[in-house]
DNA sequence: GCTTGACCTGAAGCGCACTCCAGATTGTAG
DNA sequence: CTACAATCTGGAGTGCGCTTCAGGTCAAGC
């Protein structure tokens, strides 16, 4: 199975269970040495290595990348990925610890998107004197 | 009425229609260097100066600089804003440039919270795994 | 007259999250 | 055999948005 198609089976046709690490990036949409950075950090555990010491991302890698960047792309900070990711490693009794630390952050990123309404609301409202027929107001706006 | 009560007037009592650097930090929630910083970097016309070369800051702009953090809190760069600002000073003729510029932000917003909510879905899926009674998933979680 | 406190200025520094670099290794292709 | 592409490593560099600093002015209070 290994030893057929060397060509075709290393290099090209990805049919294997991992990916390398350009193909985790396209994948993840995350650059390669965002990844090594991620991994450096401690936001992912030790990725497997083949022999020659290159990466070899798992599909289970593959999640938890999109986990973590969905995390940090809401606002959660390396340091607190950092955390969260020690306590996974630290076995169940931490559980409630990191649901604490996800409700946390669930609520920092609802206030977020009301505070991003409110600015909604507020760009609406400047729009209007644009908009409107009459620009009776001037340059910058809210004056007078 | 300016020279009868010298002290409390100038000092205490700011019935003026001006406020102090500190004061309208405290109003705006924007430090004073950070006042200085807007305004050197052009996201504020120059501000009025009292005789001895201390900031005077109008109730304009009060609400200047709560559109600004209104934008920088949403995101929008300080470049962006610089060019807003720019496109103000120069008169009506730019109006269009500024909808389309406010236009633009606005979509940018909109899609920030779109984003934000995926991530409550996500937040939320990711804790059933700790308030369900089996804890039976692993550390790291989507990993097997 | 001296001190204090609020303010001024230009310039340097900081924290974060990457991002890039130099130099080395390794496996396949021509 | 040589060339090339993909990857490796540690460390330096980058960009943004402030924040801090050093040194100075000025008005009021003791």
Redo the contacts with the bound molecule.
Sequence with gaps: MKKKK??QE??KTNTQNWL???QMSACTGV????L??YEKEGLVQPIARA?????RYSKADVLWIEVLRCL?DTGM???QLRHYCLLGEQGETTEPERLALLQAHRQKVLDSIAKQQEAIKLIDHKMTYYTRTSHSVPPNATKK
């Design positions: 060397t060509k290393t290099r390398t690490p350009a650059s390669i040495d965002t090594r950075y022999a020659n010491g290159h990466r940090r900070t390396i340091e």
